[in-house]
């Protein structure tokens, strides 16, 4: 079955950027759209976007701006970089496989299954 | 604050019923955009739980059903264990700005 597992560096200094890895391993990965989740220390899940390995992507209005992936298909990985980042970006960022009804760069909502473990990334100086 | 509503927190006696509402609006839920359910065990990454508003994926006890009417959703466990404790999030999709994923702020689940 289907397995994933973030990696990157778990401090990032105020305004650098983010840099993260997920790993699928039992599958390929241009057989799925996949999804990129964070989770603030004791807070709820916020989506950051979609991605397909053609390129077709789609973000989080309020995360946009700052948000950029990419998949490598000789790897079976794919990335999120998040620019300019704060302390507010401090989370648990997730990488899951989207099930649904895809099509250009958006899932409508397709359910996240399965979920990596998390890596938490902490925003300090 | 979150798109979708759930209450902060719920709970019940073994053996009990429980259920955690999901409410959302005309560009959500009742715009016919399917709810998933999550359960998140502590220090655990979330699960799927029910998708599609109602289907359970292979494993998930019949303890957990799921239903949806209008611009709500709903999550029920029946037959409540200890092992049950955990925090819930409900999923759909949104079709303002350019279309996004929403979240409800999720609902920690007390066995007492």
């Known amino acids: 079955q289907v397995q994933l597992q973030e990696s990157g560096p778990g401090l990032v200094k105020p305004s650098e950027t983010l840099s993260l890895t997920c790993t699928v391993s039992g599958g390929s990965i241009t057989s799925y759209y996949w999804s990129w989740i964070r989770q603030p220390p004791g807070k709820g899940l916020e989506w950051i976007g979609y991605?397909?390995?053609?390129?077709?992507?789609s973000y989080s209005p309020s995360l946009k701006s700052r948000v950029t992936t990419s998949v490598d298909t000789s790897k079976n990985q794919f990335s999120l970089k998040l620019s300019s980042v704060t302390a507010a970006d401090t989370a648990v960022y997730y990488c899951a496989r989207v099930l649904g009804f895809c099509s250009a760069g958006s899932c409508y909502g397709g359910r996240l299954d399965p979920w990596g473990q998390g890596t938490l990334v902490t925003v300090s100086s | 604050q979150s798109v979708l509503t759930q209450p902060p927190s719920v709970s019940g006696a073994p053996g009990q019923r429980v259920t955690i509402s999901c409410t959302g609006s005309s560009s959500n839920i009742g715009a016919s955009y399917d709810v998933h359910w999550y359960q998140q065990l502590p220090g655990t990454a979330p699960k799927l739980l029910i998708f599609g508003n109602i289907n359970r994926p292979s494993g998930v006890p019949d303890r957990f059903s799921g239903s949806k009417s209008g611009t709500s959703a709903s999550l029920a466990i029946s037959g409540l264990q200890a092992e049950d404790e955990a925090d819930y999030y409900c999923?759909?999709?949104?079709?303002?700005?350019?279309?996004?994923?929403?979240f409800g702020g999720g609902t920690k689940l007390t066995v007492l």
């Open positions: 999923q759909s999709y949104d079709s303002s700005l350019s279309g996004y994923v929403v």
């Open positions: 991605l397909y390995y053609s390129g077709s992507t």
